[in-house]
T-cell receptor, first 114, second 110 residues
Framework: SAVISQKPSRDICQRGTSLTIQCQVD?????MFWYRQQPGQSLTLIAT?????????ESGFVIDKFPISRPNLTFSTLTVSNMSPEDSSIYLCSVGWNRAYEQYFGPGTRLTVT | RKEVEQDPGPFNVPEGATVAFNCTYS??????FFWYRQDCRKEPKLLMS???SGNEDGRFTAQLNRASQYISLLIRDSKLSDSATYLCVVNLNTGNQFYFGTGTSLTVIP
C-alpha cells in the first residue's frame, strides 16, 4: 500500500471560484485517479491522471471544469473550476500499480460551495 | 442496467452474528473483484481482494461465482467495529474501468 495525503481536507468556497486539491503519495505509483462521492452515493470516477500528458476523462467530466495535473509519479492536482453548489462533494484521489490490482484512497477533500 | 448492484440494506445484526452480502455484476468480462469498507465520513479502505478460488481473512470470507456473476462477503462473529458501509468493486482490467457498487450498510448492535 501507500501513504496518501490530500490538501485541503475541507473547504467552503463561494460560487464562481475555483479550488485546487493536491494529492501526494509517499512512493512512486503507476496510476492515479480522481473520484467524486456525493452525499449518500457511491464513488464516481472523474478522470485518470496521466504523468506527463493530459488526463483521461470519464463521460460527463471535461477538462475545462476539472483540469488535472500530474507532473511526476507521486503528485497530482485536481482543480474544480467555476464552482456551483452542485459541485459540493467529497473528492478523493486514489493510486494503484496495475490496472488489475486494488486501489488505495486518500482521505478525501470535503468541498462545500455556497 | 448498472454495472455493479448491491443491496443497500441497512443490515442490523447483533454482535456475534454471521452476516452475508452479495453483489452482482453485469459484465462477464470482469476480471478483478474487491470488497472495500467505508466508515462514515472516511475514505474507502481495501478489505479484501476476491480470488476465483475464494479467500478468507480471519472472520471474513469472500467468494466469486463467475457463472452467476456475483461476489459475496461473509462476516462471522460480528463485532461492533464491523459497522460500516461495504462497497463491492469490479474491474474490467481494460482502460480505467473500476466500477463501484452503491454500498451495503451494516450496523452491529450490542
Amino acid at each position: 500500500s501507500a501513504v496518501i495525503s490530500q490538501k485541503p481536507s475541507r473547504d467552503i468556497c463561494q460560487r464562481g471560484t475555483s479550488l485546487t486539491i493536491q494529492c501526494q503519495v509517499d512512493s512512486q505509483v503507476t496510476m492515479m485517479f480522481w473520484y467524486r462521492q456525493q452525499p449518500g452515493q457511491s464513488l464516481t470516477l472523474i478522470a485518470t491522471a496521466n504523468q506527463g500528458s493530459e488526463a483521461t476523462y470519464e463521460s460527463g467530466f471535461v477538462i475545462d471544469k476539472f483540469p488535472i495535473s500530474r507532473p511526476n509519479l507521486t503528485f497530482s492536482t485536481l482543480t474544480v473550476s467555476n464552482m456551483s453548489p452542485e459541485d459540493s462533494s467529497i473528492y478523493l484521489c486514489s493510486v494503484g500499480w496495475n490496472r488489475a490490482y486494488e486501489q488505495y484512497f486518500g482521505p478525501g477533500t470535503r468541498l462545500t460551495v455556497t | 442496467r448498472k454495472e455493479v448492484e448491491q443491496d443497500p440494506g441497512p443490515f442490523n445484526v447483533p454482535e456475534g452474528a454471521t452476516v452475508a452480502f452479495n453483489c452482482t455484476y453485469s459484465n462477464s468480462a470482469s476480471q478483478s473483484f474487491f470488497w472495500y469498507r467505508q466508515d462514515c465520513r472516511k475514505e474507502p479502505k481495501l478489505l479484501m481482494s476476491v480470488y476465483s478460488s475464494g479467500n478468507e481473512d480471519g472472520r471474513f470470507t469472500a467468494q466469486l461465482n463467475r457463472a452467476s456473476q456475483y461476489i459475496s462477503l461473509l462476516i462471522r462473529d460480528s463485532k461492533l467495529s464491523d459497522s460500516a458501509t461495504y462497497l463491492c468493486v469490479v474491474n474490467l482490467n481494460t482502460g480505467n474501468q473500476f466500477y463501484f457498487g452503491t454500498g451495503t450498510s451494516l450496523t452491529v448492535i450490542p
